[in-house]
């Protein structure tokens, strides 16, 4: 069991049945009254942002069932996306809506960290960095290189990125997972 005083960022709770973590928090205590704390609450399963008021010392929170594995992208179907327990060996099909705008990273043997809540996968978090392989851009212009003008590339996965004049079809670029940006090219 949670008491408020053991808030902190990233702490995972149960409320009201729902597996929630912790954004940022404040412990407030008034001149008058009774202490508070205000915290903002990510829901885990819907991503929904909340803020709620608790009694300092006086709520008390439950530790949510929650488990993760780091698991290997394998391929994609009608259903799904099919990941391979690195332990086990046991295969998992997750749905489109769970690994939501990660489709855009998943490429054949991507390891990610998958999120089980009450044994049912509910998050998928990509490592910081992959590499994708162009397969669409327009050729840059010679002498366009001084403005530093980017233009738009498509990638093996389908993710559009701008990169630099200079990018051609079919070259490795390392992408950054969380702004979705292109870092650089990749040496093959």
Partial sequence: ??????????????????????????????????????????????????????????????????????????????DGFNFMDQKTFESININFEVVGDAKFF??????????????RPISIELPNFVSLRVTETDPGLKGDTASGGLKKAILETGLQVSVPLFIKNNEL????????EYVERVKE
């Fill in 106 to 119: 998943m490429q054949e043997s991507i390891k990610v960290d998958v999120m089980f809540y009450n044994d």
């Fill in 1 to 78: 069991m949670y008491k408020t005083s053991d808030f902190r960022k990233n702490l995972k709770l149960q409320i009201d049945g729902k597996p929630f973590i912790i954004i940022d928090f404040k412990h407030t205590n008034p001149g008058k009254g009774s202490a508070f704390v205000k915290a903002k609450l990510k829901n885990l399963e819907t991503g929904q942002l909340l803020e709620k008021t608790y009694k300092s010392g006086v709520d008390t929170f439950e530790r949510p069932d929650l488990d993760e594995k780091e698991m290997e992208f394998t391929y994609a179907d009608g």
């Fill in 173 to 180: 670029l390392k992408i950054d997972t969380r702004s979705r």
